[in-house]
């Protein structure tokens, strides 16, 4: 569904962005990354924090393509992350995997499941290549977003 759609039905709302904005929300993806990679606190944490990440360079791309989601509704994660393909052209494989990512989290949120070292290495690499897309896209599409 185009972000044109998603935001007839109320998915998303428009919203105007600013390099310092974007910046903030970057760096922010970034730090997220690096504490997911500290072996010193559980599986769970670490699996939320890169799964954090992934959120926010969602949003970044949102943001960069003019929107936002819609705080009203519900799945505004599932929406943020299943249009990547439509707001950076990620590829739909790499979408398909970090939605996988977010039911496995809300799982761990609802049952207090453990979380496998095998999930959270994957999650971490996901949400380091997205954070490499979304860079690389904002740069050569939106360059006025990286000053």
Not at 5 to 17: F, M, P, R
Not at 76 to 99: E, K, P
Not at 121 to 127: P, S, T
């Amino acid at each position: 569904m185009s972000l044109q759609n998603l935001s007839k039905i109320g998915q998303l709302e428009e919203h105007n962005t600013n390099a310092a904005q974007v910046r903030q929300m970057l760096e922010s993806a970034g730090r997220c990354i690096v504490d997911a990679k500290q072996t010193s606190i559980s599986p769970e944490t670490r699996l939320d924090a890169a799964y954090r990440a992934i959120t926010q360079l969602s949003l970044v791309a949102l943001w960069a393509n003019g929107f936002r989601p819609t705080k009203s509704k519900p799945g505004h994660h599932q929406t943020m992350i299943q249009s990547l393909v439509h707001t950076v052209g990620l590829d739909r494989n790499h979408m398909i995997l970090l939605d996988t990512f977010r039911v496995k989290r809300n799982a761990i949120d609802y049952t207090g499941n453990d979380v496998d070292q095998a999930s959270v290495d994957e999650c971490i690499l996901a949400a380091e290549h997205l954070m490499t897309w979304v860079t690389a896209w904002i740069s050569d599409n939106k360059p006025d977003l990286t000053t």
